[in-house]
């Protein structure tokens, strides 16, 4: 659906549309009827490190009814138990296999795709550990380099720049871990992967455009096969429409928006793709109160 002839909202719980004439009404599904809930974290559980208003309660709620949970981030600085960890602090108990970061999937990437690569890493020590975790081989070397993985790096240089423009000139792949260009932090925002990726990719004189996290159909796919569901029984929750909502979209899973973080109603209003729900907290995915909201990547 799109916004424009009709216009969905969400009320108490269900996803109903309502024609621009008026002339009728058609119920589609409770927003707490899936089997499964896969949620962002920056800007959906969490602002940083602060916890968001309801979050806690609505995932022991969710837990609490049998529902499937996967926490879904394309960070590219943390670990999924670093990400576990976190969350425990912040009083959302999880499993480390409930935690599917674009780090870990990245070397999930490269054990499936292209096990005999060489990888010269772009980025923290979170991704060399990741990568030693899938025994993927990574090296300094540009001219050994068979790929370059880039994420987000708080400490780059030069020379880390001179290394990756030097290993794709020679002829390796270029792969970023995820395509976000920035990340909104208190007080303002930080330079994230796609930063990092497009300075690779000018200094070598090609055209970056992979990547392995959120929206890419490998990171959706590897979701489902953990959830073990149809994707019509998942719901994927987040603030990003460029990346949680349309992975969701790519993928099957139904979509939520929650207008915690990055994305407002306006912004979901002026895309071409719409979520399927608009939320203003997590709460509201209980249905225990009714809500009105309007609804609104080349990839590996």
């Not at 589609?28 to 490190?49: N, P, V």
């Not at 540009?142 to 994420?151: I, N, Q």
């Not at 990719?201 to 953990?226: C, D, I, Q």
């Amino acid at each position: 659906m799109r916004l424009g002839a009709t216009y969905p909202y969400s009320y108490a719980g269900f996803f109903v549309v309502f024609s621009g004439e008026g002339e009728g009404v058609g119920m589609i599904k409770r927003i707490d009827s899936y089997d499964a809930y896969c949620f962002d974290l920056d800007g959906t559980i969490y602002a940083a490190d602060r916890l968001l208003p309801g979050a806690a309660e609505t995932i022991r709620a969710l837990r609490g009814r049998g529902k499937k949970l996967l926490f879904l981030t394309n960070s590219s600085v943390l670990t999924r138990e670093q990400c576990r960890r976190k969350l425990e602090a912040m009083g959302v108990p999880c499993r480390e296999d409930e935690v599917l970061t674009a780090l870990y999937v990245s070397g999930l990437y490269f054990s499936r795709v292209a096990p005999n690569a060489k990888v010269l890493l772009l980025g923290e020590a979170a991704m060399r550990s990741q990568m030693d975790e899938f025994g993927v081989e990574w090296t300094v070397d540009p001219d050994a380099a068979t790929h370059v993985l880039v994420g987000s790096d708080r400490e780059f240089t030069y020379e880390k720049l001179r290394l990756g423009m030097e290993a794709v000139r020679a002829g390796a792949r270029l792969i970023a871990v995820n395509p976000d260009p920035a990340c909104p932090v208190p007080g303002g925002h930080i330079p994230d992967t796609w930063a990092f990726m497009q300075a690779v990719s000018a200094a070598a004189e090609v055209r970056g455009e992979h990547y392995v996290g959120k929206p890419s159909t490998f990171f959706a796919r590897y979701a489902l096969e953990w959830l073990r569901l149809p994707p019509d029984r998942c719901l994927i929750v987040g603030d990003r429409l460029e990346t949680d909502i349309a992975m969701g979209l790519r993928s099957g899973m139904r979509t939520a928006l929650v207008l915690t973080g990055i994305a407002t109603l306006e912004d979901a209003k002026r895309q071409s793709f719409e979520p399927d729900y608009v939320i203003d907290e997590l709460p509201e995915l209980l249905c225990e109160e009714g809500t009105t909201a309007g609804a609104a990547g080349e990839t590996i």
